[in-house]
C-alpha cells in the first residue's frame, strides 16, 4: 500500500487496541460473562472473537451455547468495571501521543458504553488526558461507530475542513466511520483485527500501530 505524507489540523483517535491494550479486560469480562450461564472459559480465540462480533453486530451463535442475553448483560457490566484496572497503556504510547497533539488536535472517540468522565478518568491515570482536546463515549452520540456522527461533531467543534482530518484506530468501525464522514482514514494492527479485515474495508493506509503514524506525518 503506497503510504502518503499526511498533515492534518484533527486527528480522530480510537482507544481500545489503538491507545490502551483491553486484551486482559476482554478475557475478565468473558469469565464472568461464562460464569453467568454455567460455562468454563474458552480458548482465547474465542474470547477475542466475542467484542469483534459485537461491535459489529454479529451472530455469536456458535461460540456461546447458552442464554445469549444473559452472556451479554453480565459481559458489558463486567467489562465496563474491569476496564479501570485491567487495560494498560500500549508500548510507547506515552510519548507518542505526547508527539501528535503538537502535530494536530486530539480528539478521542470510543465506542465504551460508559460515561465521558470515566474515560477522561482512565486517560489521566496513563497521563495523556491533557493531550485530548476532546473525548467522546457510545454516552455522547445517538449513534456510535461505525456512525460518524461524532467524528462530524469533533469536525464542528474544532472548525475544520473534512479533508484537514483523519482517524485512526484498529477497528473495522473506525474506518468505516471515517470514510462515512468524508475524512482520511488509517488501521492499525495494533488490537484484535488483522491485516485483511481491514483492507476489505479499503483505508488510506494500514500501519503496525499508532507510533507508526509519526512517520508518514508532516
Do not use: W
Not at 460464569?35 to 459489529?56: C, D, N, T, W, Y
Not at 469533533?154 to 474506518?175: H, M, P, W, Y
Amino acid at each position: 500500500m503506497c503510504v502518503r505524507m499526511l498533515k492534518p489540523k484533527c486527528i480522530f483517535l480510537d482507544l481500545d487496541g489503538t491507545i490502551v491494550d483491553p486484551r486482559q479486560a476482554y478475557v475478565e469480562a468473558a469469565r464472568i460473562g461464562f460464569h453467568a450461564i454455567g460455562q468454563e472459559l474458552p480458548e482465547v480465540s474465542v474470547v477475542f472473537e466475542i467484542p469483534k462480533r459485537m461491535e459489529q453486530s454479529r451472530a455469536l451463535d456458535d461460540l456461546i451455547n447458552g442464554d445469549l442475553s444473559i452472556f451479554k448483560r453480565a459481559y458489558f457490566q463486567a467489562y465496563h468495571v474491569v476496564t479501570e484496572e485491567k487495560t494498560t497503556l500500549l508500548p510507547n504510547m506515552l510519548k507518542t501521543v505526547e508527539a501528535l497533539s503538537l502535530k494536530a488536535k486530539l480528539a478521542l472517540i470510543t465506542m465504551r458504553h460508559v460515561p465521558n468522565q470515566a474515560v477522561v478518568k482512565e486517560l489521566d491515570f496513563f497521563g495523556i488526558g491533557k493531550y485530548f482536546s476532546s473525548v467522546m463515549t457510545a454516552f455522547d452520540t445517538s449513534k456510535p461507530k461505525p456512525s460518524p456522527e461524532a467524528i462530524f461533531r469533533g469536525i464542528e467543534k474544532f472548525n475544520v475542513e473534512t479533508c484537514d482530518c483523519l482517524i485512526a484506530g484498529d477497528s473495522i468501525n473506525d474506518i468505516k466511520a471515517g470514510k462515512a464522514a468524508g475524512i482520511k482514514t488509517v488501521g492499525l494492527l495494533s488490537g484484535l483485527y488483522f491485516h485483511d479485515e481491514l483492507a476489505k474495508e479499503d483505508p488510506n493506509m494500514i500501519l503496525p500501530d499508532l507510533s507508526k503514524l509519526l512517520d508518514v506525518l508532516e
